[in-house]
């Protein structure tokens, strides 16, 4: 490589990943590492860890030591950097709001309640600075608004978006997303929320049908004003049954073994490796993204089926960094409905073999491969939920 080449990797914005090491971030890293040579930072407390990763999946990418709840730490990281992709659990959005007032775009997997709130507050001042911030970028949230936002388009306006998600206990996923899951399971004093609210749902083989509890993805309440639609619910199972029925008991519990527990999480935490380690959850690696969409008598279905539900995560936030980084240069807080195509988040996906299916035959329908998209200009309108 020449001298020249070499200064200018050196010198052109850069990416970093918080959380890079972990079961999602690494996939990430190396997902953006091929795409964007020298400008990818693996970020996160333990730099050998990270430097480890780097060597590994090569591609100029660099190990950099973050704190990311040290202001100082982060300040000095986002130096240089035009995006930070964060792949962990924040409890609140200062780090965000230190990036927006330097400019720096942000993507982020699994925002929680309360920090999507806060970002969405952070509208105007990302629209002045020109930062460009996409919440909920992974698989659901993220490829399931997109799902739904398909549906709505191909229907002209939806009236419910339903969203079922199946994860394998046998997956490989980290703490930021057992977090993630049990934050937003309805525990035992959600007492608003239909409290043990389950359905019978059909997904693709090779899961077929299970049931599905209550799960209130906070990005959901969204859907009405982004998408129009009167009503959006998400529903969660996991493989094998028997797991989700614990916590869906679990939940019922008050006191010290509700879902909001910090002893339940840290319990997990060491339960899930050990259970995996003993056979319990042997071959149940499968993870499914369904999402039904109902308007004008109609149902349509969209469907992500796989194994490896970390994998398949990077390679949907890795799209939708791309398409913030290379599409139009719209400025302020929005989630993907808002700034993604549909289809133009289906065909990068596709390219690195996820395929996304869809059905719009009422029950066990046959799923197809969506067809291959037509040139339609993208509207540059923009539509934020900034308060």
Known sequence: ????????????????????????????????????PGRVRVGGRDETRAAELCRRIGHGAKPLRLDVTHTRSFAAAVKGVSTVVNCVHLSNARPLRGAVERG?????????????????ELNEKAIQSGSTVLVCAGLVPGLSNLMAAAGT??????????????IGAGDEFGPSALDFLLA????SRDRSESLGDAVRVSFPPP??????????????????????VKSASTWLTLDPQWTVDLLERIKRTPGLFGTGSPWLRTFLNYAFPAAKALGLFHGQRHF?????????????RFALTGEDQARATAIVTAAMTTAVREGSRRTGVFLPEQFCDPEDIFTLIRRAGLEVKRSDRRGHGAWVPLP??????????QTHLGC
């Open 1 to 36: 490589m020449c001298l020249d080449v070499v200064r200018a990797i050196e010198t052109s914005p850069r990416i970093l990943i918080i959380g890079g090491y972990g079961a999602v971030g690494q996939w990430l890293a190396r997902q953006l590492a091929v795409e964007y």
């Open 104 to 120: 720096v775009s942000w993507i982020d997997i699994t925002p929680g309640r309360r920090f999507l709130h806060d970002a969405l």
């Open 153 to 166: 388009r191909e229907l002209n306006g939806a009236d419910r978006v339903q969203t079922h998600v199946c």
């Open 184 to 187: 937003d399971f309805p525990s």
């Open 207 to 228: 899961i077929g049908r299970r049931t599905a509890y209550t799960w209130n993805l906070p990005d959901a309440q969204y859907f009405p004003r982004t998408l129009g």
């Open 288 to 300: 499914a993204v369904l999402t039904d969409v109902h308007g004008a008598g109609r149902r349509l």
């Open 372 to 381: 291959a998209p037509a040139s339609t200009p993208q509207s540059n309108e």
